[in-house]
């Protein structure tokens, strides 16, 4: 197992958003957030109105440019 020193309190100051970010890039597999029910179940996000997500009816606040992004390339 790798160890990860991640310093976020310089550039995020939500506990809460630092919780989730810790879990999803945890060092150890085993204790990495391993699917995605844990992800919406974060603190961090939970005002999102899942079933409203999932049926398309929320409005994107911010949408990402798809030519910049670098999946698949």
Known sequence: MKSMDLNLDRVIDDPQLKELLINLLHPDPDQRISNFQEIKNSAWLSKVDWKS???????????????????GK
Do not use: G, H, M
């Open 53 to 71: 997500v999932e049926a398309r009816n929320e409005i994107l606040r911010f949408a990402p440019d798809p030519s910049k992004l670098c999946i």
